[in-house]
Antibody
Framework: QVQLVESGGGVVQPGRSLRLSCEAS????????MHWVRQAPGKGLEWVAL????????YYADSVKGRFTISRDNSKNTLYLQMNSLRAEDTAVYYC??????????????WGQGTMVTVSS | DIQMTQSPSSLSASVGDRVTITCRAS??????LNWYQQKPGKAPKLLIS???TLQSGVPSRFSGSGSGTDFSLTISSLQPEDFATYYC?????????FGQGTKLEIK
């Protein structure tokens, strides 16, 4: 079945780094753009980043631009989020989500279960 | 950035009620508007895409409408499993912003 499984979350000190992974299965990973979306405790959804199907274009929310990097390895069916210079306000559940299409303008039709990132000293 | 504003932020209703949630975009987004349902501790689930396209497996009591800047999600007859938080989202341009959410609670 179509599935996304995130990993890599945990507790990290402010200013440190963390890399999240999202392993895809059950579909042709290289045919879909992919996203990261986060949700702070008790808060709403915040889109974080988008990478197109071939990794050629990447887009970021202003809140993470310059600190986070989205990437993918289509040979491993895996999406990544490298998070540097972490701040307390980055504390959230991080979801990876599949874009219904391979370029722009589509909804997110498959979501992972989420991985929790806590930034605290 | 495009701001998405949902109303109401919370809603109390009974099983069998008809409810409508509205979503307004701060600028024109054509029909690049999607609706998600999220239950506590779970990932969001796509209900409606392109303002009015019901996703496969989503009950027909859910419907969406609108274009341009004003949109709505209607549940024609609430069922117990519909009590959740609903989010609108624009996919017209990055950043793909979400509304603040509407929490639908049992009266």
């Amino acid at each position: 079945q179509v599935q996304l499984v995130e990993s890599g979350g945990g507790v990290v000190q402010p200013g440190r780094s963390l890399r999240l992974s999202c392993e895809a299965s059950g579909f042709t990973f290289s045919s879909h753009s992919m996203h990261w979306v986060r949700q702070a405790p008790g808060k709403g959804l915040e889109w974080v980043a988008l990478i197109l199907y071939d990794g050629g274009n990447k887009y970021y929310a202003d809140s993470v631009k310059g600190r986070f990097t989205i990437s993918r390895d289509n040979s491993k069916n895996t999406l990544y989020l490298q998070m540097n210079s972490l701040r307390a306000e980055d504390t959230a559940v991080y979801y990876c989500a599949r874009d219904l299409g391979y370029t722009y303008g589509h909804p997110f039709d498959v979501w992972g279960q989420g991985t929790m990132v806590t930034v605290s000293s | 950035d495009i701001q998405m504003t949902q109303s109401p932020s919370s809603l109390s209703a009974s099983v069998g009620d008809r409810v409508t949630i509205t979503c307004r975009a701060s600028q024109y987004i054509s029909t690049y508007l999607n609706w998600y349902q999220q239950k506590p501790g779970k990932a969001p689930k796509l209900l409606i895409s392109a303002a009015s396209t019901l996703q496969s497996g989503v009950p027909s009591r859910f419907s969406g409408s609108g274009s341009g800047t004003d949109f709505s999600l209607t549940i024609s007859s609430l069922q117990p499993e519909d009590f959740a938080t609903y989010y609108c989202q624009q996919s017209y341009s990055t950043p793909y912003t979400f509304g603040q959410g509407t929490k639908l609670e049992i009266k």
